[in-house]
């Protein structure tokens, strides 16, 4: 007797076993989601959503050019120039002049993410001078400046502010032209700049005493700038905040690149271990800033600092944030225990965002990001930009929305600030966050998002509710449909009507490579009252 199986009984076996999974597929039960029974897991800040305008885009200057701009191609325009971050490649850059915060659109659609913080801060504003008088603006800015931030253009972004129900969020100028002749810091220009804000009717909710200082160089604090250096500026603004801005939120320390592979060995790093170290606990809450990556420009950063479109739907791209928090919370809990913590700049990528940031395939990691940091009790999420580069919410010619603006909006109508523990999913690709429905007592919001680029998803609902569902042709257009429709402004930019497609209880399938929200205002969960 030949020890051996024929062909033919192997196929068949094969077959069978096949077939057997299949219908083990097929008769297993989808997770059920139950809204009235989703227990209160935590609270976000009436703001959780925001965003930042950068100092650059406010005084002009160089920021991240756009991959498909034709601007600055010059060869001047590839020398360094005076408000570039150290030793960065000018070629990385291109000149804007100062955003226009008057234009309708720009209003009318920020007016719509309100209530907001806008966050007026980032490398730039390390190193610009306040101009304190109505007097033109010199040509070049004083000794150890780099830009120049008129009354004029704060007022403007104190009018913007009140305009779109956006409380303002900023950092001070720490460059060398604000110290000593020992190098320590002084209030003189803060001092100024917080005079005229109350002169005029504004107010800082909240502030960083500079931006990213455990990468101090490059943003322009003094050569050799350390953690006890930081700690005895830290000590010097705090006595003056202490009478300057009564109720300020005090932020702190605001690190970036950390718990990730972003930052090259080459930058001179501190570490927000050693700067909490130094300083102590002085923050009313923990600041941090949160990049996956760095996008195509900042190669130099090497090929693990960087990613690629392939991988944006990826389980462990979508979990970066949420492991960089996990990264900063361990340290909050370390040296500040019980602090809110705030995500104060974050994006696709850093360094103005890959070339896919301003397309569909990005509203997963967005949406996704906002869900996780909720469920998390991160408080306060600031994407970076409003309108600027690749990664802002607008496009920074037209003031157009892109699909993160949309997938905004749907999160401002929808979600509201109690978070709700939505359970397990039922693949690693299906990502299920749950908070209370805005402005519905007992309401119950669902944010669906299957990452599955080629696999349908089911799950479970008990209850009506209103779906609302965003698609796009391409992953990678900037052109998205809501309930197959697509979203577009309307006459005089008004905004659509969400509206919501009936779904009644019971087995709801979501589509490959879709994110849906569901709105369920008959939910009764008691939390949620």
Same mark, same amino acid.
């Given at each position: 007797m030949k020890n051996t199986i024929d062909f033919p009984l192997i196929a068949l076996v094969a077959l069978a076993l096949t077939q057997s999974s299949a219908l083990i597929g097929q008769d297993s039960k989808p997770v059920v989601v139950n809204p009235a029974t989703l227990a209160r897991i935590g609270t976000v800040d009436e703001r959780f959503q925001s965003y930042n305008i950068e100092m650059v885009e406010v005084t002009g200057g160089r920021f991240w050019k756009p991959y498909n701009s034709n601007a600055d191609t010059s060869q001047s325009a590839k020398q360094p120039a005076a408000n570039q971050p150290t030793g960065m490649d000018p070629s990385l850059y291109q000149y804007r002049p100062p955003i226009d915060l008057t234009n309708a659109r720009l209003r009318k659609l920020a007016a719509a993410l309100g209530p907001a913080y806008l966050r007026v801060s980032g490398t730039w504003a390390n190193t610009t001078w306040f101009q304190d008088s109505d007097d033109p603006a010199p040509a070049n800015p004083p000794d150890g400046f780099k830009g120049i931030l008129t009354r004029r253009q704060w007022k403007g972004v104190l009018d913007f502010s009140h305009a779109t129900n956006a409380e303002i969020v900023t950092s001070f100028s720490i460059g060398t032209g604000t110290r000593d002749a020992a190098g320590v810091w002084t209030p003189d220009q803060a001092q100024k700049f917080v005079a005229y804000t109350k002169s005029v009717g504004g107010n800082i909710a909240a502030a960083e005493f500079m931006n990213e200082p455990n990468i101090a160089e490059i943003g322009g604090a003094p050569k050799g700038y350390d953690a006890p250096a930081y700690a005895r500026d830290i000590a010097a603004f705090r006595a003056f905040a202490k009478q300057a801005l009564p109720g300020l939120i005090f932020l702190g320390p605001g690190s970036a690149g950390e718990g990730t592979l972003m930052t090259p060995s080459s930058m001179h790093l501190l570490t927000s271990v050693d700067l909490l170290t130094a300083t102590g606990p002085v923050f009313d809450a923990v600041s941090y800033h949160s990049y996956g990556a760095v996008s195509s420009r900042c190669g130099m950063f090497g090929a693990s600092a960087t990613t690629n479109a392939d991988a944006a739907l990826s389980d462990e791209w979508l979990a970066r944030p949420a492991r960089i928090e996990e990264f900063y919370g361990g340290i909050r809990d370390r040296f500040e225990p019980g602090k809110p913590l705030w995500n104060t700049e974050t994006a696709q990528a850093a360094c103005g965002g890959d070339r896919w940031a301003s397309t569909f395939l990005d509203s997963f990691r967005y949406l996704n990001q906002l869900g996780s940091l909720a469920k998390r009790g991160v408080q306060v999420n600031m994407h970076n930009t409003l309108a600027a580069s690749d990664y802002g919410l607008l496009d920074e010619n037209t003031y157009a929305p892109r699909p993160n603006y949309w997938a905004a909006l749907l999160w401002h109508k929808l979600m509201a600030t109690t978070v709700l523990d939505a359970g397990s999913s039922p693949t690693p690709s299906l990502h299920l966050y749950a908070q209370c429905l805005r402005d519905n007592p007992g309401g119950v919001a669902l944010l669906i998002i299957n990452a599955d680029r080629g696999s349908s998803q089911t799950l479970e609902v008990r209850g009506a509710s209103d779906r609302y569902t965003l698609? &796009?042709?391409? $992953?990678?257009?900037?052109?998205?449909?809501?309930?197959?429709?697509?979203?577009?402004?309307?006459?005089?930019?008004?905004?659509?009507?969400?509206?919501?497609?009936?779904?009644? &209880?019971?087995? $709801?399938?979501f589509a490959p490579a879709s994110i849906t929200f569901l709105a369920m205002p008959e939910a009764h969960n008691a939390s949620c009252q």
């Open positions: 698609t &796009a042709h391409d $992953l990678q257009n900037t052109h998205i449909q809501l309930n197959r429709e697509e979203l577009q402004l309307g006459s005089n930019d008004a905004l659509p009507k969400l509206n919501g497609s009936p779904e009644h &209880a019971g087995s $709801l399938t």
